[in-house]
């Protein structure tokens, strides 16, 4: 589906909204554009309009006292109203005369000596002619006074009217813009749970959260400014290009030149302004990532004074941004207000050129009322067509993080499901497993092995051995190339990936708390996770001793990662939160390896009571924390090297001895 239609098909969730704001919008543009023909009928029918045919009549309303005679309109004359002698008021230069007698010819007036001499062409026509005085003048006005009043009060009436509409249009275009954005943030951010583990493998956060934060923004002034900015200008150009054809059709034909070259210029601009955007929106994400990269590691940034490197690093970056940025503005430079100027400057030419043309024959020449309209629609199209002109960067840049944005969210996800599952007995087995994280390369190779219900099986050997590797497989995160996993007998990959997590618990190297509280860090706002067994949960890894002096208990507040709280609170917390949801099997990756002694201590007399009945899985490069295990696997180069109880190993004399041994000779000399 091509990017134009996805992003219709979320301004049609919100149609509703955007339909009623539309008609909103013609109806405002409809009473705005009214404006103009209001004027050219103030102009021609009543400023202008005293040039009209006169006759002679009795006194009524709208009739004009001259000298002793009364005078009215022809076209204000009630049908059957007697009329005498039809007489006449012109402009001749900057003077008004009455004309006592019909006159039948129209041309070039001068008046002088009492005599109004009219030429048209080769043929000229004297007529005897008074001249009106001001008073004189205004009284053949005052019948004029009250229809230009209330001409007058329609058009602000209209004005206000369209003000009117105008904020709804805007207010309902605005909040189906923020709808559209505000769905699209919650569908992206609803995918990105759903993609597997080894999306983010090569994909550093920043650009995540740059699709999700920076793109989508971009993506909301497209609805917000850009497609309300389309709208609202296509309609009053639509409608100003009617009112000129109700004017005049042959001006208002010329007037189209105008859309084939405002059609040809955003073809060009386009072409251009999207391989830019594409670089400066690729950058921009380059340079989020560095930045959280940067903030992640400041500490090893600053400890091995990389401060200069970091610095060169994002000027490349930066720099990069900034030449793009550059030819961006050069190319819109073009725009906005010089190809408008251009263009306006071409109409009025022609506009020019047209009245020009026919100002030689004067019968032809349109009326004034005509021409002050066509000049008021002429301006105001600019108006739009420059609207329009200035959101062309805004276009092309939603467009680009459109491409971005659905981009990632073509991304294949795993299916969520809300399939329940009894209860594992935690029977596990590994039957000829191969797995490798990029193809070709394989990390585990014939991996083999079984764990019954609620043994311990450790996982030793060297970094890269493979060992998180077959945590990562027990979870799912990633599928085996070859070979099989069952759990209880089932394979793991006839189970969706949701359903097969819901009896299992995790303590990683690393523990990453949420910010909330210590609480809520265990429970992870699970409804089914109470209060009690929240507090259970910490009881049994023996947190109360270490958490007893916080002022606010279990309730403490968490920031961001933790970083507050010691790497032994942390695990801790970590430890009671895969208890508290009653794992059938529970994996250990390092889980000790960042604890001081004494909360070793505490864990290791925790673990003996809370493993039995679970299958638990420990990786450890301490030896001496497993010496219990059921079971020890020794990994290497992705192979089960040697199996067996600490006892077996350590009769084996092989890897496993030699690495205990080494430990040991290491604590010793640490004494």
């Known amino acids: 589906m091509s990017l134009g239609k996805r992003l219709v098909q979320y301004a049609l969730l919100y149609k509703g909204i955007i339909i009623a704001a539309l008609l909103m919008l013609s109806v405002s543009v409809g009473a705005e554009l009214a404006g103009p023909f209001i004027a050219k009928r103030m102009i021609d029918h009543h400023i202008l309009g005293i040039e009209s045919k006169w006759y002679e009549t009795e006194k009524s309303s709208e009739s004009v006292l001259y000298k002793g005679h009364y005078y009215k309109r022809g076209d204000y004359l009630s049908p059957g109203e007697k009329k005498g002698n039809e007489v006449h008021v012109f402009q001749a230069g900057k003077d008004f005369v009455f004309v006592p007698k019909a006159v039948d010819m129209d041309g070039d007036k001068k008046y002088k000596n009492g005599y109004l001499t009219i030429e048209k062409g080769n043929i000229v026509k004297r007529f005897k002619a008074d001249k009106l005085t001001m008073d004189q003048l205004l009284n053949f006005y005052n019948p004029e006074v009250p229809k230009l009043m209330k001409l007058f009060g329609i058009y602000l009436g209209l004005l206000l009217f369209a003000s009117i509409f105008q904020y709804g249009q805007h207010y309902y275009l605005q909040t189906a813009a923020n709808r559209v954005i505000q769905r699209m943030r919650?569908?992206?951010?609803?995918?990105?749970?759903?993609?597997?583990?080894?999306?983010?493998?090569?994909?550093?956060?920043?650009?995540?959260?740059?699709?999700?934060?920076?793109?989508?923004?971009?993506?909301?002034?497209?609805?917000?400014?850009?497609l309300a900015n389309f709208f609202t200008s296509g309609i009053y150009i639509i409608g100003i290009y009617i009112a000129l054809f109700i004017l005049d059709v042959k001006l208002a034909l010329i007037c189209l030149i105008l859309v084939p070259v405002l059609l040809i210029w955003i073809f060009f601009y386009r072409k251009y302004a999207s391989k830019y955007n594409h670089v400066i929106r690729s950058k921009i994400s380059e340079i989020n990532a560095i930045i959280n990269e940067s903030i992640q590691g400041m500490n090893i940034i600053q400890a091995f004074r990389r401060e200069e490197k970091s610095k060169q690093e994002f000027d490349e970056l930066n720099e990069t941004h900034f030449s793009y940025q550059n030819k961006m503005l050069s190319l819109n430079a073009l725009t906005s207000h010089n190809l408008v100027g251009v263009l306006r400057n071409?109409?009025?030419?022609?506009?020019?050129?047209?009245?020009?043309?026919?100002?030689?024959?004067?019968?032809?020449?349109?009326?004034?009322?005509?021409?002050?309209?066509?000049?008021?629609?002429?301006?105001?199209?600019?108006?739009?067509?420059?609207?329009?002109?200035?959101?062309?960067?805004?276009?092309?840049?939603?467009?680009?993080?459109?491409?971005?944005?659905?981009?990632?969210?073509?991304?294949?996800?795993?299916?969520?499901?809300?399939?329940?599952?009894?209860?594992?007995?935690?029977?596990?087995?590994?039957?000829?497993?191969?797995?490798?994280?990029?193809?070709?390369?394989?990390?585990?190779?014939?991996?083999?092995?079984?764990?019954?219900?609620?043994?311990?099986?450790?996982?030793?050997?060297?970094?890269?051995?493979?060992?998180?590797?077959?945590?990562?497989?027990?979870?799912?995160?990633?599928?085996?190339?070859?070979?099989?996993?069952?759990?209880?007998?089932?394979?793991?990959?006839?189970?969706?990936h949701q359903t097969i997590r819901e009896h299992m618990g995790i303590v990683l190297?690393?523990?990453?708390?949420?910010?909330?509280?210590?609480?809520?860090?265990?429970?992870?706002?699970?409804?089914?996770?109470?209060?009690?067994?929240?507090?259970?949960?910490?009881?049994?890894?023996g947190a109360e001793t270490v958490f007893k002096n916080l002022e606010n208990g279990y309730d403490e507040p968490v920031i961001e990662k933790g970083s507050t709280l010691s790497s032994g609170q942390r695990q801790l917390i970590s430890f009671a939160r895969a208890l508290a949801f009653n794992p059938a099997i529970l994996i250990?990756?390092?889980?000790?390896?960042?604890?001081?002694?004494?909360?070793?201590?505490?864990?290791?007399?925790?673990?003996?009571?809370?493993k039995k009945g679970r299958t638990t899985f420990i990786?450890?490069?301490?030896?001496?924390?497993?010496?219990?295990?059921?079971?020890?696997?020794?990994?290497?180069?992705?192979?089960?090297?040697?199996?067996?109880?600490?006892?077996?190993?350590?009769n084996l004399k092989g890897r496993y001895y030699q690495m205990y041994e080494l430990q040991q000779g290491k604590k010793e000399q640490a004494s």
């Open 186 to 226: 919650m569908d992206i951010f609803r995918h990105i749970q759903r993609l597997p583990i080894s999306y983010f493998d090569n994909l550093p956060a920043g650009k995540v959260v740059a699709r999700i934060t920076n793109d989508t923004e971009a993506i909301r002034e497209l609805y917000v400014n850009v």
């Open 346 to 496: 071409i109409t009025f030419v022609a506009f020019i050129w047209y009245f020009g043309k026919g100002s030689i024959g004067v019968g032809s020449f349109v009326t004034l009322g005509v021409l002050y309209a066509f000049v008021d629609y002429i301006n105001r199209l600019f108006q739009p067509v420059q609207g329009i002109v200035n959101q062309l960067a805004n276009l092309e840049q939603a467009l680009v993080a459109g491409e971005r944005v659905f981009k990632l969210i073509d991304e294949d996800g795993v299916p969520v499901s809300d399939d329940k599952i009894k209860r594992y007995k935690g029977d596990v087995k590994f039957e000829h497993v191969y797995f490798g994280y990029k193809d070709g390369a394989h990390v585990l190779k014939d991996i083999s092995f079984e764990a019954k219900q609620g043994e311990t099986v450790a996982l030793v050997g060297h970094t890269g051995s493979g060992k998180s590797s077959i945590i990562n497989l027990l979870f799912r995160f990633y599928d085996p190339n070859e070979g099989k996993i069952t759990i209880d007998g089932q394979n793991t990959v006839d189970i969706p």
């Open 509 to 541: 190297q690393d523990p990453y708390l949420f910010t909330g509280t210590l609480a809520s860090n265990v429970s992870l706002d699970d409804p089914r996770i109470s209060r009690d067994i929240v507090e259970k949960a910490l009881k049994d890894v």
């Open 588 to 610: 250990l990756d390092e889980a000790t390896s960042s604890i001081d002694t004494e909360t070793e201590s505490i864990i290791q007399n925790a673990m003996e009571v809370l």
């Open 619 to 650: 990786i450890a490069h301490r030896l001496s924390t497993i010496k219990n295990a059921d079971q020890i696997l020794v990994l290497d180069r992705g192979r089960i090297v040697e199996r067996g109880n600490h006892e077996e190993l350590m």
